[in-house]
Structure formats: structure tokens, C-alpha cells
């Protein structure tokens, strides 16, 4: 097609340079005025920056930022700058200059000088010639801290107030940047809103760099439970929480003049709050423990049950010592490390890279690509490929079609693309990179081999194994490109391979698509990067971790105070042994592991660079570190425990100040083994299911550390079939891991500890009373305010749901009855809800000028309310391909998907109630154009309450009616009923379709630039009616 376009371009020319010099008689001097060469798109005389580096990516108020960037042009540049503003200060420039190269392609530099920590900058590339001029960006960066620069501390006047006391608050505040806010926040048990009160403190001591702040907050009714934090910001913008990690964590008092000192219980829930005789509730208690406590010593649930007295104890920590001051037995600035094995895990490896699809849902189409999916072919999300998780798959069933994908990246003369690519090669996959849709680079394998088009014919490259996962690396510059296969075979070295097409400005696009006409073959891909990413290193694609594997671990937490560093020194590491679970115990020291269990630990953090974002549990994201536990056994004998732990609250992380570790596995559930030193292998010992004094005596365990009480908590459960599930799912080089670990020693120690307690089931209409009190060692005690609650009667599950009409058309409101029978001594319906989303599909009509004319620029807007996605079906797309397109957009008006070429049945999805079609064609040649024939709504979910009709809410029925719907309809629905104990009972989906096709009634369809409305309306229903002469209707009648 290219070819046609370039000799019309020449035959124009020499028709216009013929008519002038025949009236005129002047001479054609130029004939350069038009760009004929294949990207006749491009303006010879264009300017293109490109291959911009920052350095640092990520700057410290410590680091000046240089800025790199190539910057070509036919012309000489003679301005280069950066424009730049420092948050929402008004721009300003820097020069940039020329490092290498020549003034038509060279590489220019500027730099941006160091800034405040908390600095936002904003900044363009600006180039100009003689003729042109171009600017990109804007390009963004955030200044970071390296050091903590604020220090706090509080005291709370008086310490255990009672019911008349105002409390006051005294903060004292080291601050190097001086104080430039502070916040007093506090809120209480009895409070509606989730949200702290604040208060701003006034200085009375000293200054803003150096001084003493009070506030005072009213007082409250006697076992109310207050909670407060402070956070204080400095001139610069940075922020501290006391105590860390506030608001989820914070500190705590009770009404009533209780030590503080005590084990604080500062949450308790129950799992029904209105159960009924068939519930077991489960009442839930948090409790806080501050450094001064002197260990947790028992937890107890009292309770009434009509005047009968009851306590149930949840957790006797008998064997648990807390460390003693003074009684340090060294420190390990310095540890040999007499035994080590390197330590791996099975599982599917999650390959890193800009895309790999590790948050993408299952069967879902891969997050930012565009999809062509035609009939016959599938392209989604699968959960694992030989060994690899979360992975692109791409299906070809058809024999007339061939499915595909592409992803669009910033413009690159010279670049590096990553990815992972295998599956059955007795057919054809395409892989491309292109500009402007055209390919560049354009690999074609099959037949287990790998080639590359160029010259109108494919060139051999290597072999390749089909469903065996192959890593390519394409590198490319202006002069060539070359290949490496996983990360160890060069092919095409120093960029000897010739690019297929023109670079333009530069590769964009990134196309996998099977072949038409094939049919029955699968192909995966994974893990795909691009050297424009950030982050990005060369290989990046060949590493990976197991770390985002879903987990199975018990939600118990402590958090940790401010560390200080030293290093630990690996003198030995023995290798080639693999340990069976990612839990195993490891010996270090001098001595012999005693078998049993210690539950007292003192924990080591491992300083192994920034956390991983994983998955954890239920979808939920987590930032995960790795750690070890200390234990000691004697004054000269110690063990470290691997064990994962969570980072909590990750968008307040300060990364490496501020890491607040999680413990996730119960303690009593590990996994032990021991060294043994006579043939260098670790024996197992096994799971332990409960703790004695004759499996764990131990005596008093000494702090090696430092001379600081430390406290660490467990929680007892008695879930054991956790043990089963628990995924293992660390990769982790153990001699790597040690070489670089570092412990800290904290100054403070914050723990929270959850406990649940199982309560019975009880009789219809018993009254419990409860309340929980918390022990420590010294014999302290704190009891939590008395809840309670009445039982209620069990509604049984059985209900009937009738639809009438069973087959509804468009004139048809839907009645949907719940007809619901419960034994006499149920508690009887509290409501009654039904659910429901309908799909519409429209006959659309829509189309383009046949043909479509040259410099054609249109757009169709579809708007309908309610909707949360919309489905387009083009049962023609004939363009001039590559150069006449069809862009999509969705309801914020971003660019989402585009086509070119000829297609039929072709099918997009746009997120959203709104979508614009736009067609722009080219100056010279014709298109057919488009024809839009259908379009499919898909509307939120709407939510109807249920009436009760004839009965009464122990035996009745319950009804509501679906609103009548036009164009063909499918109507999707389930119906959820809670009883006066407030059980739920769901029933199964079900779903109708309406007929007769009629327009849209809430759309609108716009073309510019004209701006006409193509107003699609509802038909009005007629009615026709038949009567006799006397007017009485009749059936049967034949009009003549």
C-alpha cells in the first residue's frame, strides 16, 4: 500500500511542476518540498528527543538530578533546556549542553539542583533549530529522606484519669527542620465516626527546632476507651507518627483511673451481633502491650448465662519468660556461622517485569494491552504455565481468523525489550515491534525454529523447543538490532541484524498474533519489559520470586519501634543441601539444639533492600520483608528462624526507617529440625501441636543483644489444618540472604495480640453478660467494659422464587415473589432484598461515508446512563491500513484502543457509559469505511427491596416487580434475605431474556465536525384495538 501512496505523491508532483512551467515558464528549483520516502508522515526537518535518563531515578534532598537525552534534528540545534518548576512554583530553565556527538545528533545534559526532602518537580525537554522547535514531558520526580530528622515524646497528666479529669498532654519535640505543624488526635469506643478529633497543641517551652508543646482533650464517662496519636511535619514536609505507623497503631487509656501498665484491651467484637440458638459466637479482643508491661500472662472471658456464672481462659503463657535487663551475654556485632545450607522452595516463579500479570484476575484480558479476540480464539489471563505464574494465554481454533495482542510504550530509537514466550510451535506466531504500526523488527517462529523477516523473505536465527518457555531479549539501535536468548546466546551481535522497516520516531509498539488460517495451537507469554520502564535493568525479565503466591498464615502482628544497625559478619556457608520447609530452624553457634519448643524470641530483621509488593490472602496487597527470630538456649548457644513478615500500612512506609514487621505464622506451628555436625545435614523433628513444661524448659532466656526488656506475643489456635495448606513459596539463597544481613536493636517495643474466644450455643432467649480481663506477670490486671446480648430463634432456608411472566417480552414488567415458610419458633424475616443487572443489545446502524473521503476527521459519541461497560460490534472495518485509523476512547476521554486494515466482526469492550469513535484518513487514497452494527450495554447493578404481600414474616410471601425492558434483554438476579437473628440466606442467580427489537431510549450519538445529534429514540407502543358496533371488545375479529 505503500508503494500506491508514494507513486500518487510523485504523479501529483509532476502534474503541478508540468501545469507551472508550461503558463509560467519558470523552472522547478526544488523538488525536496515533499517528503516521499516510506514515513511520509514525518517532517524531514522534525525534531525528535529521545532516550531521556534520569540520575537519580529516585534523588535524596542530598542529590543534584542530571538529565540525559538524545536530541536529533536535519537542522543544528542551538537550544537545548530544561523546564522545570519546584511544586507549584512558577517554571523555570536550565541550560542543557551538548556531551556528545554533533549539533544534527547529539547527546545533551542538564541538571536540576538538589532539593528539600518532600519536593514535587515537574519538568519538560525543550529543543529548538532554526526552523522547528519541540518539547516533551512532563517527566515527574519526588525528593526522598535518607535520614529521620524528628524526635518525640509524650506524658499524659494525669496518668489515670477517672470521669472529672481533663486530660493534658505534654509533647516534647526535637525537630532539626523546626516544627512546622502538630497534631494531637484522639477519639473514643462510644464515637460513630472512624475518623480522630484533633487538636492543636500550643508551645510553652523552648522553640520550634527544640521544645515542649501541651494540649489537653475534655473528659469522659468512666470505662470509656480513649485512643491518641501525634504527628508532627517539620519545614521540609517531612512527617512523624507517635507511636509508628499511626493511625492503625496508637496509644491507649480507660476511664476510670486503671494502670496503663496493665495489658491494655483496646477492641472487642462479636462475630453475631444478634445471634440466634444455632450460632456458635466467636468474640474477638485486642489487646496493646507497651515496653513497660511485664509480659502477658493469661487472657480470660467472663460470662453470665441467666445468673450462672462462667470463665473461660484463652492462653496460659506458663513457658514464657520476657527478657531480663543486665543480663546481656554479648553482642553479634561479630557471628561465625558455623553450618548453613543454602535453602529453596518450590512453587511458580512470578518473572519480574513491567507486565507480568501478577494482579491481573484470572481469565481476565491482560491489564493495559489491546485484544483482538475474533470467534474461535481466546486470549486471557491463566494462573500458572509450567512453572511460571500468571501468564498471557493465546488460543487459535479458527480457520478464517487468528487472535492478538499489542501494548503501546514511549517512542525509543534504541531501546531494549524483555520477554518470556513459549507453547506449541507447529504453526506460525508473529512477534513484532513496529513504529507507527509498522513493523521494525518482525520475528516469525515455527517449526521449532526461530526467524526473522527481511528482504520480502525469513532468515534463520536458531532452533527453538516447542512448550518449553523461552527468554528473549531484542536490542536495537538507528544502525541495526540484535537477539539474546536466554540471557546467554548472542545472535546478530553488535547490532548486525538490518531493521525491516523505518525507526521514524522510533519503536512503539509491541504485536504477538497468530496466523490466519491456522488453527488448533496455544501460545503463552510472560513477563515483559521494556529498558523505558522504571526500574528497569538489563535482564530483568530473568528474575523472579516466589514471594506473591498466596498465603495461609494467621493474621497476629507486632510492631516495632526505631532500630539501630550493625553488621553480622558469614565466616562459612555450607551448600548443595536443601531444606524441606521455608520455616526450618537454623543453627548458629557453638552448642547443640536442644529438641521441644521455645516460644520466647527476641527478632533479627533482615536488611536484604526494599520490600516486595505480594499478594497475599484473599487478593489483599501486602509489602512483605523477610526476618529472622532469635532464640536463645544457653548463655553460648543461640538459633535464628527464617520466617516472612508483613510490612503493615505500606503507603506510610519510609523505606529503610521505617519498616514495622509482622509476625504471620503461629508459633506453634512451625517447623523444626536441627544441625547435625557429624554428616553436615539437618534432621527433622517435626510439627509441634501443643507446649508442656517437659517439651519447652528452657529456664530463663538471656538477651544477648542489648540490656532492653523485650516483649514478643503469639497467638494460640487451634486451626491446624492451616499446617496442611501453608504454601512455600520462598526462593531465597540462603548464603546470599546471610551474607548481607543486618539486625537492629529496638529501642521500643509496641505489640498488639489478637485473641478469639468460642463461646457455646445457647438457648433461645438467654442473656449473656461478658467481659474480658488481661494479665501480666507482676499480677497487673485490666478488665475490658461488660457487653451483652440476647439469643435469638433460627430461620430455617428454605424459600420459593416465582418469576411471572417466565418469558417476559418488552411491555412486560417482571414480578419476582419469594414465597418463605420458617418453623414456628424461628425469629422471622427482618428483610428481604433482590438484585439484578441487565444487558441490552442495540441494533446500532451506524456507519461512515461509503467510501470515506481523504483528511477525513469524524467522531460518534455513545453515552448511557447507568451503564458500567459498553460492547461495540463492527461488522465491516475497511481501511488503508497504516495509514487510515479508528481510535477508540473511553469516559475520561483516553485513548483505550485503534485499529487499522480491513476486519470483520470485529469486537471491543470500553469500561465506562460513554465511548467516542473517532475515524481520521489520510491526505490521498480512498476507504470503504466502517459499519457499527450492534452495540451492547452492560448497566450496574440495581438493588430492589422485597415487600411482604399475603402472610406475615414467619410464612409469607415477598415481592417487587423488574421494570419492563426494551431491545433484547438479558436480566440477571438472585434475592438475599436476613432473619431477626440476622442470618443470611442467599439464593442461587437466575436470569431471563426480553425480545423485540426497538431503539435505544437514553443515547446519543453526535458526529463531528458538523455537530448533528443522531438521536436514537423509543418507538411509542401502539396499541390497536377491535370492537363490535356496540363498542365491546372482541377477540377473533378479521379487519377487512
Same mark, same amino acid.
Given at each position: 500500500?505503500?508503494?500506491?501512496?508514494?507513486?500518487?505523491?510523485?504523479?501529483?508532483?509532476?502534474?503541478?511542476?508540468?501545469?507551472?512551467?508550461?503558463?509560467?515558464?519558470?523552472?522547478?528549483?526544488?523538488?525536496?518540498?515533499?517528503?516521499?520516502?516510506?514515513?511520509?508522515?514525518?517532517?524531514?526537518?522534525?525534531? +525528535?528527543?529521545?532516550?531521556?535518563?534520569?540520575?537519580?531515578?529516585?534523588?535524596?534532598?542530598?542529590?543534584?538530578?542530571?538529565?540525559?537525552?538524545?536530541?536529533?534534528?536535519?537542522?543544528?540545534?542551538? $537550544?537545548?533546556?530544561?523546564?522545570?518548576?519546584?511544586?507549584?512554583?512558577?517554571?523555570?530553565?536550565?541550560?542543557?549542553?551538548?556531551?556528545?556527538?554533533?549539533?544534527?545528533?547529539?547527546?545533551?545534559?542538564?541538571?536540576?539542583?538538589?532539593?528539600?526532602?518532600?519536593?514535587?518537580?515537574?519538568?519538560?525537554?525543550?529543543?529548538?533549530?532554526?526552523?522547528?522547535?519541540?518539547? !516533551?514531558?512532563?517527566?515527574?520526580?519526588?525528593?526522598?529522606?535518607?535520614?529521620?530528622?524528628?524526635?518525640?515524646?509524650?506524658?499524659?497528666?494525669?496518668?489515670?484519669?477517672?470521669?472529672?479529669?481533663?486530660?493534658?498532654?505534654?509533647? @516534647?519535640?526535637?525537630?532539626?527542620?523546626?516544627?512546622?505543624?502538630?497534631?494531637?488526635?484522639?477519639?473514643?469506643?462510644?464515637?460513630?465516626?472512624?475518623?480522630?478529633?484533633?487538636?492543636?497543641?500550643?508551645?510553652?517551652?523552648?522553640?520550634?527546632?527544640?521544645?515542649?508543646?501541651?494540649?489537653?482533650?475534655?473528659?469522659?464517662?468512666?470505662?470509656?476507651?480513649?485512643?491518641?496519636?501525634?504527628?508532627?511535619?517539620?519545614?521540609?514536609?517531612?512527617?512523624?507518627?507517635?507511636?509508628?505507623?499511626?493511625?492503625?497503631?496508637?496509644?491507649?487509656?480507660?476511664?476510670?483511673?486503671?494502670?496503663?501498665?496493665?495489658?491494655?484491651?483496646?477492641?472487642?467484637?462479636?462475630?453475631?451481633?444478634?445471634?440466634?440458638? +444455632?450460632?456458635?459466637?466467636?468474640?474477638?479482643?485486642?489487646?496493646?502491650?507497651?515496653?513497660?508491661?511485664?509480659?502477658?500472662?493469661?487472657?480470660?472471658?467472663?460470662? *453470665?448465662?441467666?445468673?450462672?456464672?462462667? !470463665?473461660?481462659?484463652?492462653?496460659?503463657?506458663?513457658?514464657?519468660?520476657?527478657?531480663?535487663?543486665?543480663?546481656?551475654? /554479648?553482642?553479634?556485632?561479630?557471628?561465625?556461622?558455623?553450618?548453613?545450607?543454602?535453602?529453596?522452595?518450590?512453587?511458580?516463579?512470578?518473572?519480574?517485569?513491567?507486565?507480568?500479570? *501478577?494482579?491481573?484476575?484470572?481469565?481476565?484480558?491482560?491489564?493495559?494491552?489491546?485484544?483482538?479476540?475474533?470467534?474461535? *480464539? %481466546?486470549?486471557?489471563?491463566?494462573?500458572?504455565?509450567?512453572?511460571?505464574?500468571?501468564?498471557?494465554?493465546?488460543?487459535?481454533?479458527?480457520?478464517?481468523?487468528?487472535?492478538?495482542?499489542?501494548?503501546?510504550?514511549?517512542?525509543?530509537?534504541?531501546?531494549?525489550?524483555?520477554?518470556?514466550?513459549?507453547?506449541?510451535?507447529?504453526?506460525?506466531?508473529?512477534?513484532?515491534?513496529?513504529?507507527? +504500526? %509498522?513493523?521494525?523488527?518482525?520475528?516469525?517462529?515455527?517449526?521449532?525454529?526461530?526467524?526473522?523477516?527481511?528482504?520480502?523473505?525469513?532468515?534463520?536465527?536458531?532452533?527453538?523447543?516447542?512448550?518449553?518457555? %523461552?527468554?528473549?531479549?531484542?536490542?536495537? +539501535?538507528?544502525?541495526?538490532?540484535?537477539?539474546?536468548?536466554?540471557?546467554?546466546?548472542?545472535?546478530?551481535?553488535?547490532?548486525?541484524?538490518?531493521?525491516?522497516?523505518?525507526?521514524?520516531?522510533?519503536?512503539?509498539?509491541?504485536?504477538?498474533?497468530?496466523?490466519?488460517?491456522?488453527?488448533?495451537?496455544?501460545?503463552?507469554?510472560?513477563?515483559?519489559? #521494556?529498558?523505558?520502564? @522504571?526500574?528497569?535493568?538489563?535482564?530483568?525479565?530473568?528474575?523472579?520470586?516466589?514471594?506473591?503466591?498466596?498465603?495461609?498464615?494467621?493474621?497476629?502482628?507486632?510492631?516495632? /519501634?526505631?532500630?539501630?544497625?550493625?553488621?553480622?559478619?558469614?565466616?562459612?556457608?555450607?551448600?548443595?543441601?536443601?531444606?524441606?520447609?521455608?520455616?526450618?530452624?537454623?543453627?548458629?553457634?557453638?552448642?547443640?539444639?536442644?529438641?521441644?519448643?521455645? *516460644?520466647?524470641?527476641?527478632?533479627?530483621?533482615?536488611?536484604?533492600?526494599?520490600?516486595?509488593?505480594?499478594? /497475599?490472602?484473599?487478593?489483599?496487597?501486602?509489602?512483605?520483608?523477610?526476618?529472622?527470630?532469635?532464640?536463645?538456649?544457653?548463655?553460648?548457644?543461640?538459633?535464628?528462624?527464617?520466617?516472612?513478615?508483613?510490612?503493615?500500612?505500606?503507603?506510610?512506609?519510609?523505606?529503610?526507617?521505617?519498616?514495622?514487621?509482622?509476625?504471620?505464622?503461629?508459633?506453634?506451628?512451625?517447623?523444626?529440625?536441627?544441625?547435625?555436625?557429624?554428616?553436615?545435614?539437618?534432621?527433622?523433628?517435626?510439627?509441634?501441636?501443643?507446649?508442656?513444661?517437659?517439651?519447652?524448659?528452657?529456664?530463663?532466656?538471656?538477651?544477648?543483644?542489648?540490656?532492653?526488656?523485650? &516483649?514478643?506475643?503469639?497467638?494460640?489456635?487451634?486451626?491446624?489444618?492451616?499446617?496442611?495448606?501453608?504454601?512455600?513459596?520462598?526462593?531465597?539463597?540462603?548464603a546470599e540472604f546471610l551474607y548481607n544481613l543486618s539486625y537492629f536493636k529496638p529501642k521500643f517495643n509496641y505489640s498488639i495480640l489478637n485473641f478469639e474466644f468460642e463461646m457455646p450455643k445457647f438457648s433461645y432467649n438467654d442473656t449473656i453478660h461478658f467481659n474480658i480481663t488481661s494479665y501480666d506477670k507482676e499480677g497487673n490486671s485490666m478488665t475490658s467494659p461488660t457487653y451483652n446480648f440476647?439469643?435469638?430463634?433460627?430461620?430455617?432456608?428454605?424459600?420459593?422464587?416465582?418469576?411471572?411472566?417466565?418469558?417476559? !417480552?418488552?411491555?412486560?414488567?417482571?414480578?419476582?415473589?419469594?414465597?418463605?415458610?420458617?418453623?414456628?419458633?424461628?425469629?422471622?424475616?427482618?428483610?428481604?432484598?433482590? #438484585?439484578?443487572?441487565?444487558?441490552?443489545?442495540?441494533?446500532?446502524?451506524?456507519?461512515?461515508?461509503?467510501?470515506?473521503?481523504?483528511?477525513?476527521?469524524?467522531?460518534?459519541?455513545?453515552?448511557?446512563?447507568?451503564?458500567?461497560?459498553?460492547?461495540?460490534?463492527?461488522?465491516?472495518?475497511?481501511?488503508?491500513?497504516?495509514?487510515?485509523?479508528? &481510535?477508540?476512547?473511553? &469516559?475520561?476521554?483516553?485513548?483505550?484502543?485503534?485499529?487499522?486494515?480491513?476486519?470483520?466482526?470485529?469486537?471491543?469492550?470500553?469500561?465506562?457509559?460513554?465511548?467516542?469513535?473517532?475515524?481520521?484518513?489520510?491526505?490521498?487514497?480512498?476507504?470503504?469505511?466502517?459499519?457499527?452494527?450492534?452495540?451492547?450495554?452492560?448497566?450496574?447493578?440495581?438493588?430492589?427491596?422485597?415487600?411482604?404481600?399475603?402472610?406475615?414474616?414467619?410464612?409469607?410471601?415477598?415481592?417487587?416487580?423488574?421494570?419492563?425492558?426494551?431491545?433484547? $434483554?438479558? !436480566?440477571?438476579?438472585?434475592?438475599?434475605?436476613?432473619?431477626?437473628?440476622?442470618?443470611?440466606?442467599?439464593?442461587?442467580?437466575?436470569?431471563?431474556?426480553?425480545?423485540?427489537? %426497538?431503539?435505544?431510549?437514553?443515547?446519543?450519538?453526535?458526529?463531528?465536525?458538523?455537530?448533528?445529534?443522531?438521536?436514537?429514540?423509543?418507538?411509542?407502543?401502539?396499541?390497536?384495538?377491535?370492537?363490535?358496533?356496540? /363498542?365491546?371488545?372482541?377477540?377473533?375479529?378479521?379487519?377487512?
Amino acid at each position: 500500500m505503500a508503494v500506491n501512496k508514494k507513486s500518487k505523491v510523485i504523479f501529483c508532483i509532476l502534474l503541478v511542476a508540468l501545469f507551472i512551467t508550461q503558463i509560467f515558464q519558470i523552472t522547478i528549483i526544488n523538488t525536496n518540498l515533499f517528503n516521499i520516502n516510506n514515513d511520509n508522515r514525518i517532517s524531514k526537518n522534525a525534531i +525528535n528527543i529521545s532516550n531521556i535518563d534520569q540520575n537519580p531515578l529516585n534523588p535524596t534532598y542530598n542529590d543534584d538530578v542530571i538529565i540525559q537525552s538524545q536530541i536529533t534534528s536535519s537542522e543544528d540545534i542551538n $537550544t537545548a533546556q530544561i523546564i522545570f518548576k519546584i511544586n507549584d512554583t512558577p517554571f523555570s530553565v536550565n541550560e542543557m549542553n551538548l556531551i556528545s556527538g554533533t549539533l544534527k545528533n547529539g547527546i545533551w545534559e542538564g541538571l536540576i539542583d538538589k532539593q528539600s526532602y518532600g519536593t514535587n518537580i515537574t519538568y519538560y525537554i525543550y529543543a529548538k533549530d532554526n526552523y522547528n522547535s519541540k518539547k !516533551v514531558g512532563p517527566f515527574n520526580y519526588s525528593v526522598s529522606l535518607i535520614s529521620e530528622m524528628i524526635e518525640i515524646n509524650i506524658t499524659r497528666n494525669p496518668k489515670y484519669p477517672n470521669s472529672t479529669d481533663k486530660v493534658q498532654f505534654n509533647i @516534647s519535640v526535637y525537630a532539626l527542620k523546626g516544627v512546622k505543624n502538630i497534631t494531637l488526635n484522639y477519639k473514643t469506643n462510644q464515637s460513630q465516626s472512624p475518623e480522630f478529633n484533633s487538636t492543636q497543641p500550643n508551645l510553652i517551652d523552648g522553640n520550634s527546632y527544640n521544645g515542649i508543646w501541651n494540649a489537653t482533650i475534655p473528659s469522659f464517662p468512666n470505662d470509656t476507651i480513649v485512643k491518641y496519636y501525634v504527628n508532627v511535619s517539620d519545614n521540609d514536609n517531612y512527617q512523624v507518627f507517635l507511636p509508628q505507623y499511626a493511625p492503625y497503631n496508637y496509644f491507649g487509656y480507660i476511664v476510670n483511673g486503671t494502670d496503663e501498665n496493665a495489658p491494655f484491651i483496646i477492641e472487642t467484637n462479636l462475630s453475631h451481633q444478634t445471634p440466634d440458638y +444455632n450460632n456458635n459466637v466467636i468474640i474477638s479482643s485486642s489487646i496493646n502491650m507497651s515496653e513497660e508491661i511485664s509480659g502477658l500472662e493469661n487472657v480470660t472471658l467472663s460470662y *453470665t448465662v441467666n445468673n450462672k456464672n462462667f !470463665v473461660q481462659e484463652k492462653m496460659e503463657f506458663a513457658e514464657v519468660e520476657s527478657f531480663k535487663p543486665n543480663q546481656s551475654s /554479648g553482642n553479634l556485632s561479630n557471628i561465625n556461622i558455623l553450618a548453613l545450607k543454602n535453602k529453596t522452595w518450590s512453587g511458580n516463579k512470578d518473572y519480574l517485569g513491567l507486565y507480568s500479570f *501478577t494482579n491481573d484476575s484470572t481469565g481476565s484480558d491482560p491489564t493495559n494491552w489491546s485484544v483482538y479476540e475474533p470467534a474461535s *480464539t %481466546t486470549v486471557q489471563v491463566i494462573s500458572n504455565q509450567d512453572g511460571h505464574r500468571q501468564v498471557i494465554e493465546m488460543t487459535d481454533n479458527s480457520l478464517s481468523d487468528h487472535p492478538g495482542i499489542n501494548n503501546s510504550f514511549s517512542d525509543m530509537t534504541s531501546g531494549i525489550v524483555e520477554f518470556w514466550f513459549g507453547g506449541d510451535l507447529s504453526d506460525t506466531t508473529y512477534i513484532q515491534l513496529r513504529s507507527n +504500526n %509498522t513493523p521494525v523488527i518482525d520475528f516469525r517462529i515455527y517449526l521449532d525454529k526461530i526467524y526473522y523477516n527481511y528482504g520480502g523473505s525469513d532468515n534463520y536465527i536458531t532452533d527453538m523447543n516447542s512448550n518449553v518457555w %523461552t527468554n528473549f531479549r531484542v536490542k536495537w +539501535n538507528s544502525s541495526g538490532w540484535m537477539l539474546i536468548i536466554n540471557g546467554t546466546q548472542s545472535f546478530g551481535s553488535g547490532y548486525s541484524y538490518n531493521l525491516k522497516g523505518s525507526l521514524g520516531s522510533g519503536i512503539d509498539d509491541l504485536n504477538f498474533h497468530q496466523r490466519s488460517g491456522a488453527s488448533g495451537y496455544t501460545v503463552w507469554i510472560d513477563a515483559v519489559d #521494556y529498558s523505558c520502564a @522504571s526500574g528497569y535493568y538489563e535482564g530483568r525479565t530473568l528474575d523472579y520470586t516466589f514471594i506473591t503466591e498466596d498465603h495461609h498464615w494467621h493474621d497476629v502482628f507486632t510492631k516495632d /519501634g526505631n532500630y539501630s544497625l550493625d553488621q553480622i559478619n558469614i565466616s562459612k556457608v555450607i551448600n548443595n543441601t536443601s531444606l524441606a520447609d521455608p520455616y526450618d530452624l537454623l543453627l548458629i553457634g557453638d552448642h547443640t539444639l536442644k529438641e521441644g519448643w521455645n *516460644t520466647t524470641e527476641a527478632q533479627v530483621i533482615a536488611n536484604i533492600g526494599k520490600p516486595i509488593i505480594a499478594r /497475599g490472602r484473599g487478593g489483599t496487597e501486602f509489602i512483605f520483608a523477610l526476618g529472622l527470630n532469635y532464640s536463645s538456649f544457653s548463655e553460648s548457644g543461640f538459633q535464628l528462624q527464617v520466617f516472612p513478615s508483613e510490612v503493615e500500612n505500606h503507603s506510610v512506609l519510609n523505606y529503610p526507617y521505617d519498616i514495622p514487621l509482622s509476625f504471620l505464622v503461629d508459633t506453634l506451628l512451625r517447623y523444626s529440625c536441627k544441625f547435625n555436625e557429624t554428616d553436615s545435614n539437618f534432621e527433622t523433628l517435626g510439627y509441634a501441636t501443643s507446649i508442656s513444661s517437659t517439651t519447652a524448659n528452657f529456664g530463663h532466656y538471656k538477651h544477648p543483644l542489648n540490656d532492653k526488656i523485650l &516483649y514478643w506475643g503469639f497467638s494460640w489456635h487451634f486451626y491446624y489444618d492451616y499446617i496442611t495448606t501453608r504454601n512455600k513459596e520462598f526462593n531465597i539463597n540462603m548464603a546470599e540472604f546471610l551474607y548481607n544481613l543486618s539486625y537492629f536493636k529496638p529501642k521500643f517495643n509496641y505489640s498488639i495480640l489478637n485473641f478469639e474466644f468460642e463461646m457455646p450455643k445457647f438457648s433461645y432467649n438467654d442473656t449473656i453478660h461478658f467481659n474480658i480481663t488481661s494479665y501480666d506477670k507482676e499480677g497487673n490486671s485490666m478488665t475490658s467494659p461488660t457487653y451483652n446480648f440476647t439469643i435469638g430463634d433460627y430461620t430455617s432456608s428454605d424459600f420459593i422464587i416465582n418469576q411471572y411472566p417466565e418469558s417476559p !417480552v418488552n411491555s412486560n414488567e417482571v414480578e419476582i415473589n419469594v414465597t418463605i415458610e420458617e418453623p414456628s419458633n424461628a425469629s422471622g424475616v427482618k428483610n428481604a432484598t433482590l #438484585y439484578y443487572k441487565v444487558i441490552k443489545s442495540f441494533n446500532a446502524g451506524i456507519e461512515s461515508p461509503h467510501p470515506t473521503p481523504n483528511n477525513y476527521d469524524a467522531n460518534w459519541t455513545i453515552i448511557e446512563s447507568n451503564c458500567e461497560k459498553i460492547e461495540l460490534y463492527f461488522d465491516n472495518i475497511t481501511l488503508e491500513e497504516n495509514f487510515d485509523f479508528i &481510535y477508540l476512547y473511553d &469516559y475520561n476521554d483516553n485513548l483505550v484502543n485503534q485499529c487499522t486494515g480491513s476486519y470483520t466482526n470485529k469486537k471491543f469492550i470500553i469500561e465506562g457509559n460513554k465511548t467516542r469513535i473517532r475515524l481520521a484518513t489520510d491526505f490521498i487514497g480512498e476507504s470503504w469505511g466502517f459499519s457499527l452494527s450492534s452495540i451492547i450495554f452492560h448497566y450496574r447493578e440495581s438493588i430492589v427491596p422485597l415487600s411482604l404481600g399475603p402472610g406475615n414474616i414467619f410464612n409469607g410471601t415477598w415481592s417487587t416487580t423488574i421494570p419492563k425492558q426494551n431491545n433484547i $434483554t438479558e !436480566v440477571f438476579y438472585h434475592c438475599q434475605i436476613f432473619d431477626n437473628a440476622l442470618n443470611e440466606i442467599n439464593s442461587t442467580a437466575r436470569n431471563y431474556n426480553q425480545h423485540e427489537r %426497538t431503539s435505544p431510549n437514553i443515547i446519543q450519538i453526535s458526529r463531528d465536525p458538523d455537530g448533528n445529534y443522531l438521536g436514537l429514540q423509543d418507538s411509542p407502543e401502539i396499541i390497536t384495538r377491535v370492537s363490535d358496533d356496540s /363498542g365491546v371488545s372482541k377477540t377473533g375479529v378479521i379487519l377487512q
